[in-house]
């Protein structure tokens, strides 16, 4: 089993709609957990991040993590055609600081 | 505050030459890691500098290489290439907490 698993996609929804983006994971010892999006041919950019449990809203984004389940999700509200691009799932424990990548999935806004 | 820079941007090397790209860290950023990002294999670790010690290694074979200086700024060195290195290559610093990594824009690297 992989560490962190993401679904690919593609995903493509309207504009204006909601969006889901998840993650599971198997490491139960990770505690920081982040999101990060890529527009193609550029580097990754940190969008949200949170700490242990709970949900953080920043925007029209919000990232939840659910502990018990292992897994994370990233809503966006009102999506934007500049909201298209790779979304990036990460995770770290306290202990030896190493961030793992989830794959990515790529989210098309349809105008 | 300037963010990460990367150099150069765009290489094309042919196998069996080495490469060496440049990463600037964000300025009192002490940790640097690297990255390789292919479409098939997604981010997958390189190496982690942290004061010029290497912190944490990947699962790549020893032609990857890297050094960190003293100023932060790391160089990665990648020998004898392959058509397979081909990838962009990411750098990120980090000033504390696994939360504050910030990335590079990267070095896309073509091997023919």
């Known amino acids: 089993q992989k560490e962190v698993e993401q679904d690919p996609g593609p995903l493509s929804v309207p504009e204006g709609a909601i969006v889901s983006l998840n993650c599971t994971y198997s490491?139960?010892?990770?505690?920081?957990f982040m999101w990060y999006r890529q527009y193609s041919r550029k580097g990754p950019e940190l969008l949200m991040y949170?700490?242990?449990?709970g949900n953080k809203e920043d925007g029209r984004f919000t990232a939840q993590v659910d502990k018990s389940s292992k897994y994370i999700s990233l809503l966006i509200r009102d999506s934007k055609l500049s909201d298209s691009a790779t979304y990036l799932c990460a995770m770290s424990d306290d202990r030896d600081d190493k961030i793992i990548f989830g794959k990515g999935t790529r989210l098309h806004i349809l105008p | 505050k300037a963010g990460v820079t990367q150099t150069p941007r765009y290489l094309i090397k042919t196998r069996g030459q080495q490469v060496t790209l440049s990463c600037s860290p964000i300025s009192g950023h002490r940790s640097v890691s690297w990255y390789q990002q292919t479409p098939g294999q997604g981010l997958q670790f390189l190496f982690e500098y942290f004061s010029e010690t290497q912190r944490n290694k990947g699962n790549f074979p020893g032609r990857f290489s890297g050094r960190q200086f003293s100023n932060s700024r790391s160089e990665m060195n990648v020998s004898t290439l392959e058509l397979g290195d081909s990838a962009l290559y990411l750098c990120a610093t980090r000033g504390g907490a696994p939360s504050e990594q910030f990335f590079g824009p990267g070095t896309r690297l073509t091997v023919l």
């Open positions: 490491n139960s010892a990770f505690q920081y």
């Open positions: 949170t700490y242990s449990s």
